[in-house]
Structures are given as structure tokens and as C-alpha cells.
């Protein structure tokens, strides 16, 4: 019977008594996410009925987005839990990309209720109804007081994580829309403009599709696999093969399996000299120190003597180890970029 260590993490590091408890962490972080959640589920019941009572689609939209700011929430509760589920059966990485699916929808939910506001906002302004502005403007400045405590407390957990990044980022632009409510409310009853109520939908409007948009694209850059944004792989494989004796690393695959989880997995050639389990050491480190990888897979073989010529990035190569490498092929010497 196998026998498995659960003393350590994923990066190695040891969470015995004197070591920092991940589980505590992520207690604190629901904690948090929970009275964020409270805050918005009350305030938005209370801000429903007034909206249809001042004819305000500026606070009825306010309450639409709150109802999806408490769903954020939720899913992400959710996939917190889910992530810290450890790997099993066909789940070999557990359930940790249960908060990217969190992210997603809290970024395809934001692009549809600002499509649905838009349409809203335009039919508003052509044919205004009549606003209550002072009963706006109140309930507007009692929205941007719970906002700032719910974002505060969503700031306190881990933003790192994707899903988190995705509550927070509904709470925000919720308090986005609640200062131009106000802004509205104050304008409809100073001055009887009552398109001011649509104009404040249409800005929010804005503010959501950037969020959204930028929660669904990064969101689906983990899905499709690709390299962290502010990581090149041509440049991580260039950096490994100038490290002696490597003289070519094919197979370079960098991924994402969760928030900030990158890991990387490649086929390395050393010198028919080279010692191969050193190598993988000393690549393995170069990549925790350089690159702040700590989850990698090498393969690492000695080369043929046939493959020992210099040649260029991305030349076909005979390999009994790999006849169809994927992607460019890193080889010692000059590089064509």
C-alpha cells in the first residue's frame, strides 16, 4: 500500500506547528466574504422596494447588480470549498479550478445585466419617467456606505484568488454605481432633469463591461491553457537551454491550474557527459528563484551525438526521444527571435 505525505503542501512548504496554516486562511477569507454577503443581501431587499416606489432605474439596476455582487459571493464560497477538496480519483488536481468557473460567471453576468441596463437606459432616455430625486439621493448615500464596508471586507480576504478578484470586483462597480445614483438623484431634484437617472445606468454600464470583460479574458486564458500574461515561455526556454550542459528543452509547456498555481512541464537534453539528475535540480530552482515555479515536471535525457550541432529555435530535429515535439525547440547557440 502507498503511503502519501499530507504534512506539506503543493510548493513543498511544511505547515507543521510552526508553519503558516493555510486552512486558517481560507477560514478568514469565508468569514469576510460572509459578512459582505449580509450586508448586500439586506440592503438590497430594503432598496428594491424603494426603487419601484421612486420610479428609479438607477436604483432598481443598483439592486440587480447587488442580487448578482451576493451570487459572486456565494459562488465563490463555493469554489473556495471546493478547491481545498485534495486531488483524487480522476481529479488529479483536486477541484481548484472550481474558482476560475466562479470567476467566469461572475464575468458573464456582469456583460449580460450591462447589456440588459443599456437597453434599459436608452429607452429611458428617449421616453424619462417621473423620478423621485430625493428619495434617490437617500438611498443612494445609505448604498455607498454598505458598499465600502462590503468591499472592505472582500479586500481583507485573498484577492489572489480569481474567484475572490471576481466579488470584489462586482462589489466595486456597484459602488461605482451608487456615487452616480447619487450624482443623479441629487441632479433630478436640484434641477428636474430627469434623464439624469438613465445617463448615471449608461456610465455604470461602462464600468461593468471593463470588469466583466476582464474577469471573462483572464478567466478563459487559464481554461485554454495558456501561459501565465506576465510570463513568456520562448524566454523561459531560452534561459533553460543556456543553462550547462543543457544543449535543447523541446515540449515546453507553461500552464495555470489555479490562481497564482502556475507549473511547467518540458523535455530536456543534456551532454552526453552531463549528469541528468543534477541538471533537473539545479533547473527546478532556477525556475522557483527566476520564475517563481514550483510545480514542474523534466524529463531529462542525454542527447545523440547527432543532435550535439548547433542549430536555431524551432528546426526540426530528429529525437528518438520526441519525433513530434509541440511547440519551438530550444537548442544551445545563437536564437532566432
Not at 146 to 156: D, E, G, L, P
Not at 207 to 228: H, N, Q, T
Request: charged share 20%; with cysteine.
Amino acid at each position: 500500500m502507498s503511503r502519501h505525505d499530507h504534512g506539506h503542501d503543493d510548493h513543498g512548504h511544511d505547515h507543521g506547528p510552526g508553519g503558516h496554516s493555510h486552512g486558517v486562511a481560507a477560514d478568514a477569507d469565508r468569514r469576510w466574504l460572509a459578512i459582505a454577503l449580509a450586508l448586500i443581501g439586506g440592503f438590497m431587499a430594503v432598496e428594491v422596494v424603494i426603487g419601484i416606489m421612486a420610479h428609479s432605474l438607477a436604483l432598481i439596476s443598483d439592486a440587480a447588480h447587488m442580487l448578482t455582487d451576493a451570487v459572486s459571493i456565494v459562488l465563490a464560497l463555493i469554489a473556495m470549498r471546493l478547491a481545498a477538496r485534495p486531488a483524487r480519483g480522476g481529479f488529479t488536481y483536486g477541484l481548484k479550478r472550481a474558482e476560475i468557473l466562479s470567476a467566469q460567471a461572475n464575468g458573464l453576468t456582469l456583460l449580460l445585466l450591462a447589456a440588459w441596463l443599456a437597453y434599459e437606459a436608452v429607452r429611458r432616455l428617449m421616453d424619462p419617467p417621473p423620478v423621485e430625486g430625493g428619495l434617490v439621493l437617500v438611498t443612494a448615500l445609505a448604498g455607498i456606505v454598505v458598499n465600502v464596508a462590503a468591499a472592505w471586507c472582500i479586500s481583507r480576504a485573498n484577492r489572489s484568488s480569481l474567484a475572490v478578484e471576481g466579488a470584489y470586483q462586482h462589489v466595486l462597480n456597484d459602488l461605482y454605481a451608487f456615487i452616480g445614483t447619487a450624482v443623479a438623484g441629487l441632479v433630478v431634484m436640484t434641477t428636474g432633469f430627469l434623464q439624469a437617472d438613465a445617463i448615471a445606468t449608461l456610465v455604470v454600464v461602462v464600468l461593468m463591461v471593463k470588469a466583466g470583460y476582464g474577469l471573462v479574458r483572464d478567466s478563459g486564458r487559464i481554461f485554454l491553457e495558456a501561459a501565465p500574461a506576465h510570463m513568456d515561455p520562448d524566454a523561459v526556454g531560452d534561459r533553460l537551454v543556456g543553462h550547462p550542459p543543457v544543449t535543447e528543452v523541446h515540449d515546453l509547456h507553461i500552464w495555470t491550474i489555479t490562481s497564482g498555481q502556475a507549473a511547467l512541464s518540458a523535455h530536456v537534453l543534456v551532454e552526453p557527459a552531463g549528469d541528468c539528475h543534477a541538471v533537473r535540480r539545479e533547473l527546478e530552482r532556477l525556475l522557483e528563484k527566476e520564475y517563481g515555479i514550483t510545480h514542474t515536471t523534466l524529463q531529462v535525457d542525454h542527447a545523440q551525438d547527432s543532435l550535439l550541432s548547433v542549430g536555431r529555435r524551432g528546426e526540426a530535429a530528429y529525437d528518438p526521444h520526441c519525433a513530434d515535439a509541440h511547440g519551438p525547440v530550444h537548442r544551445e547557440g545563437p536564437h532566432d527571435h
